[in-house]
């Protein structure tokens, strides 16, 4: 059974850092794409980040050299390592994982994918 397990967040002044966790268990496959979405409040969800099994990586162009995403422990933890942070950067966070590719990872997740259960960031002027 697939599970992702989020962890870190919390709430931050502008101009801070906060490194979100993500422990994927139970995901065996060779190809895949993990990665980040969030809701900020009144908004669609949307992708910050994505990261396949090659290494490659793709970022949404609003966090484009602030944030940085990786993975660690034999790939078994993705982390979003979130710096200057802006009060629009506020909303939960939420891992994905989709045990294939389609496409560059990063650009699209779905409902039907598998998803951490979220972390609340609240970034203050």
């Known amino acids: 059974q697939v599970q992702l397990v989020q962890s870190g967040g919390g709430s931050v002044k502008a101009g801070g850092s906060l490194t979100l966790s993500c422990v994927i268990s139970?995901?065996?496959?060779?190809?895949?794409?993990v990665g980040w979405s969030r809701q900020r409040p009144g908004k669609e969800r949307e992708e910050v980040a994505g990261?396949?099994?090659?290494?490659?990586?793709h970022y949404a162009d609003f966090v484009k050299g602030r944030f940085t995403i990786s993975q660690g422990n034999g790939k078994k933890i993705l982390y979003l390592e979130m710096t200057n942070l802006i009060p629009e950067d506020t909303g939960m966070y939420y891992c994905?994982?989709?045990?294939?590719?389609?496409?560059?990872?990063?650009?699209?997740?779905?409902?039907?994918?598998?998803w951490g259960q979220g972390t609340q960031v609240t970034v203050s002027s």
């Open positions: 990261i396949d099994n090659e290494g490659s990586t």
């Open positions: 139970g995901f065996p496959y060779p190809t895949y794409c």
């Open positions: 994905a994982a989709v045990p294939y590719r389609r496409g560059p990872c990063g650009v699209s997740f779905y409902p039907d994918d598998l």
